[in-house]
């Protein structure tokens, strides 16, 4: 380990702030990244209790990268301190005009260290670098700049309510701040997951602290040294890798966090949701799993369909919450579809994710790669047909999973109900003379994240928008979400927005100030 010291921007070495930390110097990517290894518990890195940490494997060689600081639940309380200090103390003398600045010059960071930041995204999670850099990097920077525009525009109301004759009465509401947010988020994209839910949070005017996936806080801890320099009080943002039993449990059960904010899984989501109840009621806001169907018609424009077909379930290599986790394909498109998406499959090139040629890199752990491996053996013995992949890429180090394909998938099979959060497309026919059972097919589900519908019919596809129940519904598109438009799912696919105007909701609430005069 190395001890490393950056200097606070603009100080030039004299007399500024400085922010120390333990960390390591990861050379990759013809570059030389100073990354740290420690908790950022109220603006300083520190080790964690009982020096515990979490082993970073490279997803690409299985190498280890780096050893971690493990938080524990005193240091998830030590970060709940002073994030609730700063919100009563330092944060509450910052305005919200000058909070934005804050968020913007923060983005400015960002985007300054972009290579920096996809590099150690692409080592740490396997995301490809090219997309790591436009998308999980890019967007992220997008959220901070978005929500600083919100800071000096969240107002409330003037309300006509009934006087009391013969006074009169002012009624008006006041948006505020909930106080210390927890936040919790999952591996598939690190970066961009803390950026979604922070940036609105933060914006709204309160005080945080995330706990980022086990397997890659490393973009978060290089995010927080750039919290340092943009000049955020200390205990405004605390970032805390650990395990999510015990960490990211004694977030949701801290009795002085008043809202958490979790994407995840459906089951540690309800798990979550019951915790936040028990420990003090704070609200919840839970992105949770999903399985959303995509549509294909006829009479769609068929490049396209296959183009976004593709990416709807191997973008990111599948690891996308979004991901069409089920196509189903018009009997008479079925075998040219299927066999467009083979024949891009084939050339398809899979391999280092830092190779600016690569396509598809490897799976975020070994855990959930083995998952990937069962999950298509239970298909195939459940008698769906699989037409490609299925396997780890043979004779290959690190989690590559090649990207595969089912057809004639049943609905009551496993691999048409439940995620497989990985590059496998599942395809099911359909009879285009019926669009009412395909339309059943496609709600058939407890999920309800997104969905997607190609067709050059604009009835077909305004009706699909109509009836699918899904938070978000693509036409003839698939995966273009913005930071300007709400995100979130229906059903067991959860609740609460990310993203857009709505995302603040999340982090706000509401007080209702009556005056007689
Ligand atoms: P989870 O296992 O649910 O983990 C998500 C986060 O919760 C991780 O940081 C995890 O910590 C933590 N966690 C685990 N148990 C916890 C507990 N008892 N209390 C508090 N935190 C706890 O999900 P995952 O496997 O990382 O991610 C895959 C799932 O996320 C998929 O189902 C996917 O669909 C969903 N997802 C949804 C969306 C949206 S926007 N809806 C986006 C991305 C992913 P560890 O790091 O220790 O596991």
Not at 65 to 81: E, G, H, I, R, T
Not at 118 to 126: L, N, P, R
Not at 270 to 299: Q, R, T, Y
Request: hydrophobic share 40%.
């Amino acid at each position: 380990d190395l001890l490393i010291r950056t200097l606070r921007e603009g100080s030039g070495g004299a007399g500024g702030k400085q922010v120390e930390y333990q960390g390591f110097q990861l050379k990759a990517n013809k570059r030389d990244i100073r990354v740290p290894t420690q908790l950022f518990i109220n603006g300083e890195f520190v080790d964690a209790e009982e020096q515990r940490v979490l082993d970073i494997i490279n997803p690409s060689d299985e190498q280890l990268l780096c050893k971690v600081a493990c938080a524990s639940p005193n240091d998830v309380d030590k970060a709940v301190q002073a994030a609730h200090k700063a919100f009563f103390g330092s944060w509450k003398q910052v305005s919200a005009r000058q909070r934005g600045q804050l968020m913007l010059k923060l983005a400015d960071l960002m985007e300054q260290h972009k290579e920096d930041l996809a590099t150690i995204e692409s080592v740490d999670s396997g995301a490809v670098y090219t997309l790591a850099l436009k998308t999980h990097i890019g967007m992220s920077i997008d959220a901070w700049r978005y929500f600083a525009g919100w800071c000096d525009k969240i107002q409330g109301n003037t309300i006509p309510v009934n006087p009391a004759r013969p006074n009169n009465v002012l009624t008006f509401t006041r948006k505020e701040p909930i106080g210390v947010c927890g936040l919790v988020t999952p591996w598939n994209y690190p970066l961009m997951m803390l950026s979604w839910k922070m940036a609105a949070c933060i914006a709204a005017g309160n005080t945080c602290l995330i706990k980022p996936a086990q397997t890659c806080p490393l973009t978060a801890l290089k995010f927080a040294e750039l919290t340092v320099l943009a000049g955020f009080p200390a205990g405004v943002i605390n970032v805390l890798p650990g395990k999510g039993s015990d960490a990211g449990q004694a977030v949701a059960d801290h009795h002085l966090v008043r809202k958490l904010g979790f994407t995840g899984s459906t089951p540690i989501g309800k798990h979550i949701m019951k915790s936040c109840a028990d420990s003090n009621l704070k609200k919840c806001s839970l992105e949770l799993g999903g399985k959303s169907p995509l549509v294909i018609f006829a009479d769609c424009d068929l490049d396209k369909a296959v183009k976004h077909g593709m990416s709807s379930v191997f973008f990111n290599k599948g690891e996308n919450c979004i991901a069409a986790g089920r196509l189903f394909v018009e009997d008479r498109i079925h075998d040219e579809f299927v066999r467009r998406v083979l024949k891009d499959l084939r050339s398809m090139t899979i391999g280092d994710p830092l190779n600016r040629s690569t396509a598809h890199g490897p799976q975020n752990h070994k855990a959930h790669m083995d998952k990937l491996v069962e999950y298509c053996q239970q298909g195939v013995a459940e008698g769906a047909k699989l037409v490609y992949g299925g396997c780890r890429v043979p004779n290959m180090k690190g989690y590559f999973f090649t990207p595969t394909v089912f057809t004639d998938v049943e609905d009551d099979m496993y691999i048409a109900k439940e995620e497989s959060f990985g590059p496998i497309m599942i395809i099911s026919k359909f009879n285009g003379s019926d669009v009412d059972s395909v339309m059943a097919r496609a709600n058939r589900s407890e999920y309800g994240l997104a969905s997607g519908v190609f067709t050059k019919d604009i009835s077909k596809a305004l009706s699909f928008a109509d009836r699918i129940e899904a938070g978000t519904v693509f036409v003839n598109v698939y995966n273009k979400t913005d930071v300007a438009a709400p995100f979130g799912g229906f059903k067991q696919s959860g609740f609460g927005k990310d993203l857009g105007q709505e995302a603040l909701n999340e982090y706000l609430k509401t007080k209702c100030v009556t005056i007689e005069y």
